[in-house]
Every structure is written in C-alpha cells, then in structure tokens.
C-alpha cells in the first residue's frame, strides 16, 4: 500500500492465505452452479470449459473415450431411428415402404392380404364360395340303360365221319364232331348221311341217304361229339357187298 508516497509491503500470514483461497474456491463453485441453473430453463444449458481469460485459440479435444449422446426431440415426441422410415405402428400409408440406411427395402412383417380369387379350404367352406362363382352339380344319372347288341346267330361247324363196322353188312358205326363258335345255342336240326354200296371189286354201285336227329342242345362255343348207328335195307347188299358213309349234311336253327 501507498502512503504518503512511500511503498509499503504488506505480509499475509499461512492462516489468511489459506482463508483467502478457500474463498476464490467457493466463487468458483459458486459461478458454476449460477451458469447451470441459468442453461436449464429453454432447451437445457451447457458450461463452457477451458481457461477463461487465456487469449488464442483453446485445444478443446477429448483426452479420454467420447460417448455421443442424440438431443432431445420437441416436446411430446421421441426421436425416430434413422434406420426406419415410413409410418407409425398401426396405421397404413400409401407411399413407398420402409427402407434401410443404405435405401434398400425393409422386408415387411405384416402378411400380405389373401387373393380374392383364392380358394378355402377351411372347415365350412364350400367350392366357389367367396370368388362369385358357382360350381354345377353333377349331372344325374341316365335311367335308361344303354342298348347292348344283340347276341350273334348259331354257327355250326362239323368234321368229316368217322366210321366203323357194324353187327351186320348193311350196317356201320359213323362218329361226327361238331362245334358250334356263334352267340346262341342250336335248339334243333337233323344230319343227313349218305351211304354208298360198294362191290366185292370196288365199284360204287349205288348211294343211299339216311336221316338223324341233331344231339341237341349244342351251346355257344361249345363243342361235342356223336356216333350213329347208319343200317340200311338187307337186300340191298348182298352177300359179297359192304357200305361205306362217305357224305353229309347238316341243318340246324
């Protein structure tokens, strides 16, 4: 201090030394819990760091590991990821789906609505329902049955015969085969046989026809066998004589 133009120094003691920095700590604290009460009334308040009064530019890079913390949205709102675009969970928009950060497509969750052409094949559905349109019922049955053809007529078929001799030279033993390879039975008919007188030198000297009865029934496909016994009038072979049934013919319906 100054006094009456001389220069005098004043000498603080340790005790008021020590007062008067806790006082300069407390201004300190003081200023900046003013500046954080101060910042918190609009849209939050910050304090600035580094040394105040310091002229030229301040190095105000990070020493340790930064955290970045988003600011808060307006009043009412949250944020909205910046992954997501599109609208709000539980309402439909018209514009284009959502996308990624990269502005690919995000595959949607929400199944896509059923076709309106689609068939269910849930319990209680019915063919055609849903799609207007209608399935026809079969069709019913014909009652009248279809006309079968009529079955094919006899068809008769015979070998040649097969003879042998008899108890007596005006007789013989005559076997035939017949066959019948049509669609309906043979009800009746007669076989005709004609029977030569032969000579003691071969000669023919006459030829004789005898009738017989089929051996009905023959049936369809069926095929049977049947031997007669062919005589006939004594005196016409005489004594050196034999006959022999080389023909015949058959009638039948």
């Known amino acids: 201090m100054l006094r009456h133009g001389t220069l005098r120094t004043t000498t603080w003691s340790p005790g008021r030394r020590r007062a008067l920095a806790g006082a300069s700590a407390a201004v300190v604290c003081l200023g900046t819990a003013l500046g954080a009460c101060a910042g918190s009334g609009g849209g939050g308040g910050y304090v600035a760091v580094g040394g105040a009064g310091r002229p030229g530019p301040v190095d105000a890079s990070p020493t340790g590991s930064v955290t970045m913390v988003p600011l808060d949205g307006p009043k009412g709102g949250g944020t909205t990821p910046p992954d997501t675009v599109g609208p709000p969970s539980g309402t439909t928009g018209s514009g284009p789906g959502p996308a990624q950060a990269d502005g690919s497509p995000v595959a949607s969750s929400t199944p ?11 319990a209680g559905a019915s063919p055609g329902a849903g799609d207007g ?95 007669w016994t062919v005589c006939l009038d004594a005196w016409r072979v005489p004594l050196g004589m034999h006959i022999e049934t080389r023909d015949l013919s058959v009638r039948w319906k």
């Open 133 to 227: 349109r209608t399935t026809p019922a079969p069709a019913p049955p014909d009652p009248t049955p279809a006309p079968t053809a009529p079955p094919a007529p006899a068809a008769l078929s015979w070998g040649e015969p097969v003879t042998a001799d008899g108890d007596q030279r005006w007789c013989q033993k005559v076997t035939v085969d017949f066959r019948n390879s049509g669609g309906t039975a043979v009800r009746s008919g007669s076989v005709t046989f004609g029977t030569h007188v032969i000579g003691a030198l071969g000669i023919d000297w006459s030829t004789v026809r005898t009738s017989e009865a089929l051996p009905v029934p023959i049936g369809a496909g069926a095929r049977t066998d049947h031997t």
């Open 112 to 122: 896509d609505p059923p076709s309106p052409t689609g068939t269910t094949t849930g």
